[in-house]
T-cell receptor, first 112, second 114 residues
Framework: QKEVEQDPGPLSVPEGAIVSLNCTYSNSAFQYFMWYRQYSRKGPELLMYTYSSGNKEDGRFTAQVDKSSKYISLFIRDSQPSDSATYLCAMTYNTNAGKSTFGDGTTLTVKP | EAQVTQNPRYLITVTGKKLTVTCSQNMNHEYMSWYRQDPGLGLRQIYYSMNVEVTDKGDVPEGYKVSRKEKRNFPLILESPSPNQTSLYFC?????????????FGDGTRLSIL
């Protein structure tokens, strides 16, 4: 069983829709939670980063962490065609190893 | 501009022919790592380096070598490539290895081993 499971998608929504992207994890030792966005033919880039349970908002994006359920989500409000990309959740332990464990990614298409 | 640069971006080669993928970062980051990205398997770490001359295995190190002679460079070496190493490879760096720091990724190298 994978340590991190991500909703596989693909996901296709109309412009302006609210998008929910989700990951579950099995190891309660994960302490830091990140969302990366990856455009086609590009490397992942950090979108959101959270540490504790709760919500963190940045513009149209909200990251939610529920450590008790081992569940994280990324919400995109008023989605735009420019949001079309693959979204990867990632988690790290509280160590200096620097390694992140990634989900497989969910590919999102926002249609005009 | 802060960036991680990988070369080449695309390479088609044959089984057994040694190849090197270069990675360079201009952010004075201590920590660098290599990942491979495969459908259904996500990003998996191959090797990482905490600093110059300090490297260690990640989750899938078999068939790969790395070196870290300079802080900015972290090449990935395939001594005898095989078809199962056909993949999309990413180099990444962070300021240190602390877990609360995001990784900066290069744009990837797509390798095809025939």
């Amino acid at each position: 069983q994978k340590e991190v499971e991500q909703d596989p998608g693909p996901l296709s929504v109309p412009e302006g829709a609210i998008v929910s992207l989700n990951c579950t994890y099995s190891n309660s030792a994960f302490q830091y939670f990140m969302w990366y966005r990856q455009y086609s033919r590009k490397g992942p880039e950090l979108l959101m980063y959270t540490y504790s349970s709760g919500n963190k908002e940045d513009g149209r994006f909200t990251a939610q962490v529920d450590k008790s359920s081992k569940y994280i989500s990324l919400f995109i409000r008023d989605s735009q065609p420019s949001d079309s990309a693959t979204y990867l959740c990632a988690m790290t332990y509280n160590t200096n190893a620097g390694k992140s464990t990634f989900g497989d990614g969910t590919t999102l298409t926002v249609k005009p | 501009e802060a960036q991680v640069t990988q070369n080449p971006r695309y390479l088609i080669t044959v089984t057994g022919k040694k190849l090197t993928v270069t990675c360079s970062q201009n952010m004075n980051h201590e920590y660098m790592s290599w990942y491979r990205q495969d459908p259904g398997l996500g990003l998996r770490q191959i090797y990482y380096s905490m600093n110059v001359e300090v490297t260690d295995k990640g989750d899938v190190p078999e068939g790969y070598k790395v070196s870290r002679k300079e802080k900015r460079n972290f090449p990935l070496i395939l001594e005898s490539p095989s078809p199962n190493q056909t993949s999309l490879y990413f180099c990444a760096s962070t300021l240190t290895g602390a877990s609360n720091q995001p990784q900066h990724f290069g744009d990837g190298t797509r390798l095809s081993i025939l």
